[in-house]
């Protein structure tokens, strides 16, 4: 009666996915073997077992549950529209964002990101983060808005991203939307469980002016849940290390040049020696 249980659970299973054929590339499972399970000819090896278990996210004894519980426990799979499921390909991701999102609850709101600029050397680069709660996900809006002191030129990029928290360190994954020309990534730590106001880590992406991979570290100064959208975009762009806009202790954190050596090794905190005399004010 189980093996019963158990090839038509798969059945209803496999009718969220593509195909059939699609589960078995997935799985690694060859596609007669598992027409065998789905007719109840024979059943799986417990290896083979938790590999299924592993692509439909569920544990291994529910797939021997009777047809009728297993069906009423599977109806969150569909909508009310009968609409299937997300393909296992855009669900790879799903377990990692938001994470701990009740951890990341505490973080929402606004942020002056800063980092070094590698467009123009000497300089911090200040843009407007967001996060924001929307459909149990922790997301993003980003503004960078830029003046060449050159030429004047303006540099605006937007971007949109996924935030997550795990192991105590805050990952952000954002997406150039004007461009659509680039993908950077930000890893923060939290210096202390209750400090807020400067968050502080690593920032990979391309830069504004020639489009070339950098890494900087980064700090993050809160704002509130709420700010001035006209003051706070005002105060965007590229500043001299040694202006006073800067908040010092921004200024101490990020160092006085953006590669702590030349093997791309970052500590979140500047090695001894690498921070010059302070700025005059």
């Given at each position: 009666?189980?093996?019963?249980?158990?090839?038509?659970?798969?059945?209803?299973?496999?009718?969220?996915e593509?195909?059939?054929?699609?589960?078995?590339r997935?799985?690694?499972i060859?596609?007669?073997?598992f027409?065998?399970?789905?007719?109840?000819?024979?059943?799986?090896?417990?290896?083979?077992?938790?590999?299924?278990?592993?692509?439909?996210?569920?544990?291994?004894?529910?797939?021997?549950?009777?047809?009728?519980?297993?069906?009423?426990r599977?109806?969150?799979?569909?909508?009310?529209?009968?609409?299937?499921?997300?393909?296992?390909?855009?669900?790879?991701?799903?377990?990692?964002?938001?994470?701990?999102?009740?951890?990341l609850?505490?973080?929402?709101?606004?942020?002056?990101?800063h980092?070094?600029?590698f467009?123009?050397?000497?300089?911090?680069?200040?843009?407007?983060?967001?996060?924001?709660?929307?459909?149990?996900?922790i997301?993003?809006?980003?503004?960078?808005?830029?003046?060449?002191?050159?030429?004047?030129?303006?540099?605006?990029s937007?971007?949109?991203?996924?935030?997550?928290?795990?192991?105590?360190?805050?990952?952000?994954?954002?997406?150039?939307?004007?461009?659509?020309?680039a993908?950077?990534?930000?890893?923060?730590?939290?210096?202390?469980?209750?400090?807020?106001?400067?968050?502080?880590?690593?920032?990979?992406?391309?830069?504004?002016?020639?489009?070339?991979?950098?890494?900087?570290?980064?700090?993050?100064?809160?704002?509130?849940?709420?700010?001035?959208?006209?003051?706070?975009?005002?105060?965007?762009?590229?500043?001299?290390?040694?202006?006073?806009?800067?908040?010092?202790?921004?200024?101490?954190?990020?160092?006085?040049?953006?590669?702590?050596?030349?093997?791309?090794?970052?500590?979140?905190?500047?090695?001894?020696?690498?921070?010059?005399?302070?700025?005059?004010r």
């Open positions: 009666m189980q093996q019963i249980d158990l090839s038509q659970n798969l059945r209803l299973l496999c009718s969220f593509k195909s059939v054929s699609e589960v078995c997935a799985i690694d060859n596609r007669q073997q027409n065998k399970y789905l007719s109840g000819a024979s059943k799986p090896s417990a290896f083979n077992l938790q590999r299924i278990c592993d692509y439909f996210e569920l544990p291994p004894a529910e797939l021997y549950l009777s047809h009728n519980e297993f069906a009423s599977l109806q969150f799979r569909a909508d009310g529209r009968g609409k299937a499921r997300e393909p296992h390909a855009n669900r790879l991701l799903k377990k990692a964002f938001p994470g701990d999102r009740r951890s609850s505490r973080y929402l709101g606004y942020y002056m990101a980092f070094h600029s467009s123009w050397e000497g300089h911090i680069l200040r843009s407007l983060v967001c996060l924001y709660e929307q459909d149990g996900m997301l993003t809006k980003t503004i960078e808005r830029s003046k060449d002191p050159a030429d004047d030129t303006v540099y605006l937007k971007y949109t991203g996924y935030v997550s928290i795990l192991g105590n360190r805050i990952f952000v994954v954002e997406f150039q939307t004007l461009a659509q020309d993908i950077v990534e930000t890893v923060l730590h939290p210096a202390g469980r209750s400090e807020l106001t400067l968050l502080r880590g690593v920032t990979f992406g391309l830069s504004s002016k020639h489009r070339n991979p950098y890494v900087s570290r980064t700090v993050w100064k809160y704002l509130g849940r709420s700010v001035d959208h006209r003051s706070a975009l005002k105060a965007l762009g590229i500043l001299p290390t040694y202006s006073a806009a800067l908040d010092p202790r921004v200024v101490q954190i990020l160092g006085d040049k953006p590669f702590p050596n030349e093997h791309l090794h970052y500590d979140l905190e500047p090695q001894s020696g690498q921070l010059g005399p302070p700025p005059n």
